[in-house]
């Protein structure tokens, strides 16, 4: 009987000892929810990671297991499980930056950690920032500061959007059908101080990520708190000055607003004044209606214009015509403005799964007048155009994920749906004179386009590897109703496409992953075009592959490396000055990437990106086959230094080589290298800055094009490279005051 007790007794205290399923939250010192921190159980190798409200579930805890919890940016804690019952709340503490704290975590997006240690390292402080902080990504304005900036990545002249998807807190930022390219994404409408993180991914091998994701995608992810409110002003040459103000409305355990506003004005280095002006309002809430139920609202309302000197022909320059600053037709520029509304409905159904919503609505404005060949179509009046539309987007996302525990593997089911709609008023290309009189109206219309996405994948945990099978399809409603035909019609045109993506990781370690990324990604024609030109491919499919690792050789190093490759059925560049579209064939690229981040002191960081790309055109002949203004080899390297005192600074350099400006490469776009500096000091309350752009003035042209134009003293247009002048040396200082 004795014996008998005994046992029961050891059997129900082996079953209390029995490893369980254990869940968590993750806050920082303000109890402000941690996301994407890295749970690893070191008796066992299991992990898991927090989600937006800081909460994490982790399978086949033991009594007596170690875990540890790391984040960039703050301390690694490691904690001893004494009680399965209890729900684990971690406070993980602020320290300055340390690369020995970054752990590889065995997830598909796991490359946000290079922008992760920027971010810290340099925060985003300007809207040319913004886009720069994606390694291997430049940018250009040619357009007087107002206009969406021209996008390079992987060998591809984006134009302002079209192979690339780029979202803010999930709200899409690409016009489909725009009325100047295909894709335009200007980003302007975002404060750059909200920034919090940024996710992005090359390649089209992402499950939720639909239309213009050929070159990869960008995620924007805005604070969801202030850590204090605080104005900011900043004043610099050329009559710039900048007023940000943010302050906190609410802030506790559960529910969090703020509002941020900002004020921009320039007249930039031009002997035409650019007049620029940009005014931003932003407000968030977000907040617990319950343990399980998560609510937030973001507002935001911008507006912008301008005055451009435009493009300028080398010839003009060379013969003394004009300065580099000059300009043949300074009465360019425009207006734009965008009002966004977006709801979070964040849903937790158990511990095992989750529903996350968005609904979103936006109204936007925009006016471009524009003048690219001078006199070359009308020799009396000139040739500037107008491009003009009235667009509201109306849409919603719903992402739901379900995790699971086997015997030998573990993981998780994810689908989702979207439904996007663009409503486009007026849009409008007409040649105009002097930004006021009509001359013909070459385009004018109504479009209505839709797009459904759906999609279904799933991740598996096996040991040490990673397998995310996936598949997408996009269904596409095409109208267009032109005003310039005589009688009402509306022309319509409907297309699907499925897009198969499968990746592979393995995580030997927590200091290495190895990944082999394949699928499927397109991007959509403009609607005028599909609509009238039946023989034009509609969702033209990208194929690609990435294969490289993530490695931390040393503790306190970093390495990104791929060789990548993709296939494009159909490159086009819808030219909306002229309301035509250029289809170029089929084109391939391939490339290599390296990201490097080293601190070899505790208060310096070294960053360096570099890529080379091969890109040519299938069907051309040898010699012929250049895809213009495609960069081969782009260069960032920079040295961050923070010190505990309050000090802080950074000087950076981009390069970009020379590239091809046509097909034969007869014409060549000259590359750069441009420094800039930035150096400050932060106390308690006061910070103060300067930011140099073009440390060494520089002659460099931010933007470049092969054009046929003619000026109005020539008889015949004449085909060479027209450009924007980059900034030349520029300073301004900066003020905060935190409270």
Not at 152 to 171: E, K
Not at 335 to 340: D, L
Not at 420 to 442: A, F, G, P
Not at 630 to 643: E, K, Q, R, W, Y
Request: charged share 20%; hydrophobic share 35%.
């Amino acid at each position: 009987m004795k014996f008998f007790f005994l046992t029961s007794l050891f059997l129900l205290f082996s079953c209390l000892l029995k490893a369980q399923t254990i869940t968590g939250k993750i806050v920082d010192e303000k109890q402000k929810p941690i996301q994407e921190a890295y749970i690893l159980n070191k008796s066992t190798d299991k992990h898991s990671h927090s989600n937006e409200n800081g909460d994490f579930t982790l399978e086949n805890v033991s009594i007596g297991d170690i875990i540890q919890v790391s984040f960039v940016g703050y301390q690694t804690q490691q904690i001893e499980i004494k009680n399965l019952s209890n729900t684990l709340y971690i406070i993980l503490i602020e320290k300055a930056i340390n690369l020995d704290e970054i752990v590889i975590s065995p997830k598909i997006n796991a490359l946000h950690i290079i922008t992760d240690i920027d971010i810290q390292t340099n925060p985003v402080n300007s809207s040319q920032d913004v886009l720069r902080k994606v390694p291997g990504l430049f940018i250009g304005q040619h357009a007087g500061g107002g206009k969406a900036e021209q996008i390079f990545l992987r060998g591809f002249d984006i134009d302002h959007g079209t192979d690339i998807n780029i979202t803010v807190d999930g709200l899409p930022v690409n016009m489909a059908s725009h009325a100047h390219g295909q894709g335009y994404a200007d980003l302007h409408f975002v404060i750059p101080e909200t920034i919090e993180r940024i996710d992005f991914g090359k390649g089209p091998y992402y499950q939720n990520k639909g239309n213009f994701t050929t070159a990869g995608y960008v995620d924007f992810m805005t604070k969801e708190r202030l850590d204090q409110s605080f104005i900011k002003l900043e004043s610099g040459q050329f009559d710039t000055y900048r007023l940000l103000g943010m302050f906190n409305l609410i802030n506790s355990n559960k529910h969090n607003a703020y509002i941020a506003s900002e004020f921009l004005s320039s007249d930039g280095p031009f002997e035409s004044p650019q007049n620029f002006n940009r005014t931003n309002l932003f407000g968030k809430y977000s907040g617990y209606l319950t343990s399980k139920d998560r609510l937030g609202v973001t507002i935001s309302h911008f507006d912008s214009k301008w005055d451009a000197s435009g493009q300028v022909p080398q010839r003009a320059v060379d013969s003394g015509l004009i300065s580099r600053f000059g300009s043949i037709d300074d009465t360019e520029g425009g207006n734009t403005s965008r009002n966004n509304v977006l709801v979070n409905y964040d849903k937790t159904i158990d511990e095992n799964t989750t529903i996350r919503n968005k609904v979103y609505m936006s109204q936007y404005d925009f006016e471009l007048y524009s003048n690219f060949t001078f006199f070359l179509e009308d020799p009396i009046n000139g040739d500037q155009i107008k491009q003009k539309e009235n667009r509201i987007i109306y849409g919603f996302n719903s992402d739901y994920e379900k995790s699971f525990l086997k015997e030998k593997f573990k993981g998780s089911w994810q689908a989702g749906i979207s439904l996007r709609n663009d409503q486009s008023k007026s849009v409008e290309l007409s040649h105009t004179l002097n930004r006021t009189e009509v001359l013909e109206q070459i385009q004018l219309g109504n479009i209505n386009e839709t797009n459904l996405g759906a999609y279904l994948g799933i991740t598996i945990d096996v040991n040490k590897w990673t397998f995310n099978p996936s598949v997408r399809i996009d269904y596409f409603n095409f109208q267009y109703n032109d005003a310039l035909l005589t009688t009402y019609k509306t022309q319509e045109e409907t297309k699907a496409i499925v897009s198969p993506k499968f990746n592979i990781l393995y995580n030997p370690s927590e200091q290495l992953q190895l990944y082999l990324k394949t699928g499927k990604g397109f991007h959509s024609n403009d609607t005028r075009v599909v609509v009238t030109e039946q023989d034009k491919k509609t969702l033209p499919a990208a194929y690609g592959f990435d294969l490289g690792y993530i490695w931390k050789p040393t503790p306190k190093m970093v390495v990104n490396m791929a060789y990548w490759y993709l296939y494009l059925a159909q490159e086009f560049v819808y030219v909306g000055d002229a309301g035509i579209v250029e289809p170029s064939g089929k084109t391939r690229r391939q490339g290599i990437d390296l990201s490097y981040r080293y601190q070899p002191t505790n208060w310096l960081f070294w960053n360096l990106d570099a890529n080379y790309t091969y890109a040519r055109s299938i069907d051309e002949p040898k010699g012929e086959d250049y895809i213009p203004l495609a960069p081969d080899f782009t260069l960032v390297s920079g040295l961050n230094f923070i010190f505990k005192s309050g000090l802080y600074g950074s000087i950076n350099a981009r390069h970009l080589a020379d590239r091809p400006a046509n097909e034969d490469n007869s014409i060549v776009a000259k590359g750069y290298t441009v420094t800039d500096f930035n150096a400050g000091y932060k106390w308690e309350k006061i910070s103060l800055g300067i930011q140099i752009q073009n440390l060494f003035d520089v002659e460099w042209n931010e933007t470049q094009f092969a054009t046929e134009s003619r000026l109005q003293s020539e008889s015949q247009p004449v085909e060479e490279i027209h450009f924007t002048p980059g900034t030349p040396f520029f300073i301004k200082a900066m003020i905060q005051y935190n409270f």
